[in-house]
């Protein structure tokens, strides 16, 4: 029986980057995947694909409606290959899963395919295609990750009702897709194929869309995707989902009990994701569930046995690659008997429909709720030059800062390159910045980066000078 410091089970964006860490730390390390493929659901059907899809759709969006504005005149009306966006997608998808197969030769890790359960504490058999092989662990890291969840009448027949899995996978582009939810991943995917002609139409049973976020982030996504052409249907419970062959009937109620009936070709089913822990078999080994059937940890992300700890989706909190690599190295560290530190606060969310949206840190609802007095500062995108340069003029910055220290206490933000503007906001509340100390850094002309400085003058007496 083989025997490794720690056994990683799940090669997603948490699983393969903490065993990494754990091999650049001088352990001898295992990583056990259920799938031919590493890399887990960002790699293959989430993260990566989806943003591959989303920058081919975007260059077709902006060919039909931008560049003549540009001055690029087109002799004939563009075009979609839809089959050829999906095999470039999957070629990015192959590219990145083989650099993830290289990273685990160069740091001398083993790979194990099979389905991984616990046989004891200590204990993880590893069940491939031809035989079952029992590995044992010092460590285990518990990195199974997350599935679509759905509702519990409605039927997934990955054909008519689909999950995300099925739309990064499509053969037509629909002439109506209906979403289920009004959250990240079915904005997203409902981006690509608008922007592909789709007719494209949300059922959200909250009041807002990406209802987790700042209630203005949501407000000003809804009216860039309405000139779309989306539709939205806030407010409204599903109640029933029919396929009838050629056609998806959805059924929902608004909070009057009007009922309202729309007719698709094809329904995603975008609800959230649930912890994947199925056929584990956590119960052997004495691991805690909680009732939503995640894995129970502590603030070192030990589970009730000190030896065996959980990271990314399997556990509470976002559902974020980020997040899932960044628990994956503190787990790492501690293990080593390191110190490391992780504020889940300063995890940032971002949304990649366009424009982007992207957040971190407390929203003004947190705020009002806790009675923290704060201070506002506001930058629209359309007084910046550089978006005007680039036609990007939706949206704005916001920073929200504490009325007595100044300290900034969230960043919120849709418009052009807000998932890599964030970083800026990340860094800066990371070392306890100050509004002020925003606003004093000099930023180059003429960026999107200036607009976080503007948001923060204006935080600081209105001192906005753009605007």
């Known amino acids: 029986m083989s025997q490794f410091d720690v056994i990683v089970i799940g090669s997603g964006p948490g699983g393969y980057v903490s065993a990494i860490r754990c091999a650049q730390l001088g352990m001898s390390v295992a990583l056990v995947e259920k799938y031919n493929s590493l ?150 995917l409902g981006s690509v194929y608008g922007r592909l002609g789709a007719k494209v139409s949300v059922v959200e049973y909250m009041e807002g869309i990406i209802p987790t976020m700042d209630k203005s982030l ?47 070709d094809y329904t995603l089913v975008s609800v959230g994701r649930k912890a994947y822990t199925e056929g584990l078999n956590v119960d052997k080994a004495g691991v805690a569930m909680d009732e939503r059937g995640r894995v129970i940890t502590n603030e070192h992300l030990q589970t009730s046995q000190p030896h065996i700890y959980a990271i990314g989706d399997v556990v509470k909190g976002a559902m974020l690659a980020h997040k899932a690599e960044e628990e994956g190295v503190f787990v790492a560290e501690v293990i080593a008997g390191q110190k490391p530190h992780i504020n889940h606060l300063l995890i940032p969310g971002v949304v990649y429909t366009w424009p982007e949206v992207a957040a971190v840190g407390h929203t003004e609802e947190e705020l009002k709720a806790k009675g923290i007095a704060y201070k506002v500062g506001n930058f629209p995108f359309k007084a910046s030059g550089r978006a005007r340069a680039s036609m990007d003029t939706d949206g704005f910055i916001k920073v929200l800062a504490d009325t007595t220290t100044d300290e900034v206490l969230g960043v919120h933000m849709i418009g052009p390159r807000c998932a890599d503007l964030i970083a800026e906001a990340v860094m800066a509340m990371e070392f306890k910045a100050t509004a002020e100390d925003i606003a004093r850094i000099c930023h180059a002309h003429p960026t999107f980066t200036e607009s976080l400085k503007e948001a923060a003058l204006a935080a600081t007496a209105n001192r906005a000078l753009h605007m």
């Open 218 to 264: 949501g407000k000003e996504l809804q009216k860039s995707l309405t000139k779309l052409g989306f539709e939205f249907y806030l407010s409204h419970k599903v109640k029933s989902v029919e396929n009838t062959g050629k056609k998806v009937v959805v059924k929902a109620d608004n909070t009057k009990g009007e009922e309202l009936v729309l007719e698709g």
């Open 39 to 188: 890399g887990g659901t960002c790699l293959n059907v989430g993260c990566i694909p989806s943003k591959a899809l989303l920058d081919s759709s975007e260059h077709y969006h902006q060919a039909v409606h931008q560049f003549k504005e540009h001055g690029i005149e087109l002799s004939a009306a563009p075009t979609i290959n839809l089959k050829q966006m999906i095999d470039r997608k999957a070629g990015v998808v192959s590219d990145t899963v083989k650099g993830i197969q290289f990273l685990m030769k160069k740091n001398k890790i083993t790979v194990l395919h099979g389905m991984g359960s616990f046989v004891d504490a200590h204990t993880v058999a590893v069940a491939g295609e031809k035989e079952t092989q029992n590995i044992t662990g010092k460590n285990i890291i518990i990195a199974t990750g997350s599935k679509p969840a759905s509702l519990p009448f409605i039927n997934i027949d990955k054909k008519r009702v689909i999950t995300s899995t099925e739309a990064l996978e499509m053969k037509e582009i629909p002439k109506h897709l209906i979403i289920i939810g009004g959250g990240v991943i079915g904005l997203e």
